[in-house]
């Protein structure tokens, strides 16, 4: 299995600006994914990030709100911008390896005031 | 569109009960898989179940995956409170991304 760090844990941020959050994996991983979750609720996907490609953006998200980046195999960014209360949340990446069986990072919790 | 629901929503029980969460859908995965999540960290990988009918258990923890592959089960033998906790299962379709069950609370009382 993989370990998974994420920067920040927790922040506090006003309403317009944007949050860049970090992802690290201590191993190269193929497929990287950027989650969204309210606190006791399920997962919603974001974005696949790849590797030298644009993301893939599911249904509701978008490129210019939700910027990803994947420099490499074992680290993305994913950045929240123009931020308003309604994207307080949390925010998970996860790694999924050949077995297809997916491990996370422990989550950035983000208030927006 | 592909979705899981998870049943119970909610779930309180006394330390020694036994309980069983269900996750269904009208969709075939190629796998499923369990997760337990506690407050402040990510969710866990507890197991993943590959072929129809398969059950596999974890210490208390017994899980079966449904002979069509749209449903499978988590059973909890004798709760104690460590496993109080978030439980989600995620069917992978075969496609690129996981679908996430709507998740299921469960507190267990000492």
């Known amino acids: 299995s993989a370990v998974i760090s994420q920067k920040p844990s927790r922040d506090i941020c006003q309403r317009g600006t944007s949050l860049t959050i970090q992802c690290q994996v201590d191993?190269?991983?193929?497929?990287m994914f950027w989650y969204r979750q309210q606190p006791g609720q399920s997962l919603t996907l974001i974005a696949t990030?790849?590797?030298?490609?644009?993301?893939?953006?599911e249904s509701g998200f978008v490129i210019d709100k939700f910027p990803i980046s994947r420099p490499n195999l074992t680290f993305s960014t994913l950045t929240v911008s123009n931020l308003s209360p309604e994207d307080s949340s949390i925010y998970l990446c996860?790694?999924?390896?050949?077995?297809?069986?997916?491990?996370f990072g422990p989550g950035t919790r983000l208030t927006v005031t | 569109t592909q979705l899981l629901e998870q049943s119970p929503q909610f779930l309180s029980i006394q330390e020694g009960e036994n309980l069983t969460v269900y996750c269904n859908s009208s969709?075939?995965?190629?796998?499923l898989q369990w997760y337990r999540q506690e407050p402040g960290e990510g969710p866990v990988l507890l197991v993943t179940?590959?072929?129809?009918?398969e059950v596999k258990k974890l210490k208390r923890l017994t899980f079966q995956f449904g002979d069509a592959r749209k449903d499978s089960s988590l059973h909890i033998t004798a709760a104690q409170p460590g496993d109080t906790g978030l439980y989600l299962c995620?069917?992978?379709?075969?496609?690129?991304?996981?679908?996430f069950g709507t998740g299921t609370r469960l507190k267990v009382l000492a």
């Open positions: 990030a790849n590797q030298g490609s644009e993301a893939t953006y």
């Open positions: 996860s790694v999924a390896d050949t077995s297809y069986e997916q491990y």
């Open positions: 191993s190269q991983v193929t497929m």
């Open positions: 995620a069917g992978f379709p075969g496609t690129y991304k996981y679908i």
């Open positions: 969709s075939v995965f190629s796998s």
């Open positions: 179940v590959v072929t129809g009918g």
